[in-house]
């Protein structure tokens, strides 16, 4: 490797740490130090990637305040630097950092209300696949004793984030459908994300529907993800979870190659 | 493009129902290509509506040809899957690097001018253009420090580069003003050493004001603000020596309402306008 190597290794360590010292070999025209001017590339850095994680947590942002969100982003950005150029995705891990800090410790359902943003952000850019027609889907689900072993393929977009927290609630309120200090955040709650044209859709949905769907998206078959959802809600009622999916387009028609990167 | 006076700007999200809605007086759109590195949905969606009314330029933020490590393989194969989706009339990237191989700065870091940082740059080059089977543009930094390893001037580089790979130029005024006011050089050196020939598109932006440790001007390349006056100064003087190119009006930060940036492009298309036919008449 050659010394320009050396050197931009010394520049990218000094980035994300501000008591690193300045790579050797950078010189300025009027002979100044040129901490000042590296402080533009620390600056950049960080800034712009709490820009994008405040694109991606807008309602966390809101919830502990503008101050303490950045103050957070800075220190999950030192402690996980993006390791892709595609910052859509830097988000991903962002929920089990804010649920290890410490200083928001208080807030204990933060760390769900972040999922839940993750969520939404993965739903927006989820590939499209095609709708199972009803035709198609009444045959598939006619012969009952078959049932149990039938795959159904979510569309891409369709996740659930189970939470012993209210973020269903707390999301509305967020939207001005009540008021968030109306909200009993112990509450727990499940929400159904899903996009719906241009938007993207926070259903609130029991904890059975919740596990139901959890369990189609993660590729049980029927009679499986049934069960699951009846150990976690006795009452859980197959025919309504169904209608909810097939009401928002949810069942898809086949695999696409495309979900696997999704 | 058919019109020499071709100019576009950067699509927001903000004004795609807009432009979708009744349109705009532009000949192109520009997108960084990694915000649209997505398996599918609205953004995807918009701007396959967006490219059946308008010329698209793809602009890449994330190969960090200037960097040190390797080219990032599945970045390239993205790339050439989003390029093949849209078929851009241009695709360009920076002269800078933005990651080390394992980690992703997202900013555009500067580039020691010497041989060895020439031949990576090169290597880099001839394998992006070999991978996504076209021509990229390459273009000039806005740079806040120098390295006492540069043997080469901006200039000097980019030709070579030019010359060892055969890609294009994008060549950013706001970027080469702002680097000259940096470092105490004319930002007219850097035009008059680039191949006219090689230049594809034109940035334009406006910079913030800093200072540096020593109390004298230091610009920022925000793309916050308009166009600075000395930046379309420089603007008209390059068009006079190159003729006509694309050009693009840059806003990432403070958007302005989409009448905003179009009037600014237009001030772009009459000096455009003017270029041309200076050409004819010089021809």
Not at chain 1, 139 to 151: E, H, K, M, T
């Amino acid at each position: 490797m050659s010394g320009g190597a050396a050197v931009l290794g010394e520049f990218a360590a000094a980035l994300l740490d501000p008591e690193h010292p300045l790579p050797a070999g950078l010189v300025t025209r009027n002979g100044t130090d040129p901490a000042t001017r590296f402080a533009v590339y620390r600056n950049n850095v960080v800034v712009s990637l709490v820009a994008a994680l405040a694109d991606t947590f807008p309602f966390t942002r809101e919830l502990v305040g503008r101050q303490f969100f950045d103050a957070m982003a800075r220190c999950f950005i030192v402690a996980q630097p993006p390791r892709s150029p595609v910052l859509t995705e830097y988000g991903d891990d962002f929920p089990d950092f804010v649920a290890l800090f410490g200083p928001a410790r208080a807030l204990a359902y933060l760390p769900d209300v972040a999922r839940l943003e993750v969520a939404r952000v993965r739903a927006y850019h989820a590939a499209e696949a095609e709708v199972l027609g009803t035709a198609a889907l009444a045959a598939l689900l006619a012969d009952q004793d078959r049932l149990p072993g039938v795959w159904l393929t979510l569309q891409p977009s369709f996740a659930v984030v189970a939470s012993d927290h209210a973020i269903v609630s707390l999301w509305a309120a967020h939207h001005g459908e009540g008021r968030l200090d109306g909200v009993d955040p112990a509450r727990p709650e499940s929400a159904l994300v899903l996009r719906d044209g241009d938007d993207v859709l926070v259903l609130p949905v029991s904890v059975g529907t919740g596990a139901f769907v959890a369990k189609l998206k993660a590729g049980s078959p029927l009679g499986e993800a049934t069960s699951a959802a009846a150990a976690r809600e006795p009452e859980f009622d197959l025919t309504h979870a169904l209608a909810l999916l097939i009401r928002h387009g949810g069942i898809a028609a086949c695999p696409l190659p495309g979900d696997l990167d999704s | 493009m058919t019109s020499p006076a071709t100019v576009g700007i950067g699509l927001k999200s903000a004004h795609v129902r807009q432009i979708l809605g009744s349109g705009a007086a532009l000949d192109f759109f520009e997108v960084h290509a990694e915000n649209y590195l997505v398996a599918g949905g609205p953004y995807l969606r918009h701007l396959e509506q967006i490219r059946e009314r308008f010329a698209l330029s793809i602009h890449g933020v994330g190969l960090s040809i200037g960097g040190t490590a390797p080219l990032d393989v599945r970045h390239l194969d993205r790339l050439k899957a989003l390029l093949h989706r849209f078929e851009p009339a241009w695709f360009s990237e920076h002269l800078a690097w933005c990651g080390d191989g394992a980690l992703f700065y997202n900013d555009l870091l500067p580039v020691p001018y010497d041989a060895a940082g020439l031949s990576r740059v090169c290597d880099h080059v001839d394998q992006a253009q070999e991978h996504l089977g076209r021509r990229l543009l390459v273009e000039n930094p806005s740079t806040y420090v120098e390295f006492a390893d540069s043997t080469l001037t901006e200039g000097e580089f980019l030709a070579e580069v030019v010359r060892r790979t055969g890609c294009g130029l994008l060549l950013d005024v706001n970027n080469a003003y702002v680097s000259a006011v940096n470092h105490g050089r004319d930002a007219w050196d850097l035009v008059a050493a680039l191949p006219a020939a090689a230049v594809g598109e034109i940035h334009l932006a406006g910079f913030a004001e800093d200072r540096d440790g020593a109390g004298e001007r230091l610009l920022i390349d925000t793309h916050g603000l308009p166009v600075a006056d000395a930046v379309w100064a420089l603007y008209r003087r390059t068009l006079a020596h190159l003729g006509p190119r694309p050009t693009l009006i840059e806003r990432d930060q403070a958007i302005p309402p989409l009448d905003v940036l179009v009037d600014e492009a237009s001030r772009a298309r009459s000096v455009l306008t003017d270029a041309s036919l200076w050409s004819e008449v010089a021809a």
